[in-house]
């Protein structure tokens, strides 16, 4: 249903950083309604000077995999992220993550170790008409491996007013806002809000289960805008359907928007332990 390549139509946003300049991603929309972007852009709302600001300087390394044992300094600083086959840490999955960006020396495909999403999503994802009138879901035709970075669910950033008004207006339909929830120090809760409605990549199909094989975690590269990036937490089958879990599941830091509490969808996972609704932010509405 989906596939081969218009890089044409991803590198529409200036606005986005240079690190997006070696990302590939050959998916496109069949829906001619649906604007592809390949990570977040600014939307109506959103600080844009958050997307021109550096989030961090970067390392000298030139070679190597920017390890800890290679005392690279983004990794000093923020921690080990990924093996050496480039799958998330046990101790990541909660994130916050950062990786190695366009002003480190490390640059280029393979010759880093801090840098997995920056590339783009995985080959070979397939959206396929789901079971149980869920509309579209994705799944993959290759296995993928415990800590295997899938894609990014990227859109539009939105602020409050913007993504509460779309999401009212939404009611009853389906919606594909979602709310991260990073809890910084003193209490103070740092939100994101990313609508791939209208404008989004290969993320925006993934289905809510109650008992997901993959789960989002936050990761920034170049800019301060955290990329909502979804990892296979477990081993996922050839033709698997691939879930995460629209409240957060344990980490609970994103949160989709779905119908508010007057109208909450039923949940069609089909798994046993169902909670029977979707799970939805109440701020919101
Ligand atoms: C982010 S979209 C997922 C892709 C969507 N299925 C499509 O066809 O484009 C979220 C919407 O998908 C549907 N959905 C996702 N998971 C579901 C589930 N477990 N049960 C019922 N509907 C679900 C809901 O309508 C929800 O608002």
């Known amino acids: ?37 390949a990570t977040n852009i600014p939307g ?10 550096q989030f961090m ?22 921690g080990v992220n990924y093996d050496k086959n480039s799958r998330l840490l046990d101790s990541k999955f909660n994130g916050p993550i950062v990786e190695c960006n366009s002003m480190c020396g490390c640059n280029g495909r393979g010759r880093c170790g801090n840098r997995v999403v920056q590339f783009g999503p995985r080959g070979g994802l397939q959206v396929f008409e789901a079971s ?22 990227a859109g539009e950033v939105l602020n409050m007013a913007e993504a509460r008004s779309r999401a009212k207006a939404n009611v009853g339909k389906m919606n594909y806002i979602f709310v991260l929830n990073e809890h910084l120090s003193q209490g103070h809760v740092l939100k994101t809000y990313v609508d791939p409605t209208v404008i989004g990549n290969i993320g925006r199909y993934i289905n809510h289960s109650c008992q997901p094989n993959a789960v989002v975690v936050p990761v920034r590269t170049d800019t301060p805008v955290p990329k909502l ?13 691939i879930t995460f879990d629209y409240g957060g599941g344990n980490s609970n830091e994103v949160c989709s928007v779905q119908g508010g509490l007057m109208h909450r969808k039923s949940c069609c996972c089909g798994v046993e332990v169902c909670r029977k609704y979707l799970p939805y932010d109440e701020t919101l509405f």
Do not use: W
């Open 57 to 78: 300087g970067g390392c000298a390394c030139k070679e190597g995999r920017c390890h800890i044992e290679n005392n690279c300094p983004c990794v000093r600083k923020y």
């Open 132 to 153: 149980h009138s869920k509309g579209f879901g994705l799944k993959s035709e290759s296995i993928l491996l415990k800590g295997d970075f899938i894609c990014e669910y």
């Open 1 to 37: 249903m989906l596939k081969s390549s218009n890089m044409e139509e991803y590198n529409s946003s200036d606005d986005c950083s240079a690190i997006e300049d070696y990302m590939i991603d050959n998916y496109h929309h069949t829906s001619p309604d649906i604007f592809y972007t």
């Open 229 to 241: 990036c979804i990892f296979a937490l477990k081993e996922i089958h050839i033709g698997e359907e």
């Open 44 to 53: 109506p709302g959103a600080n844009t000077e958050d997307f021109n600001t």
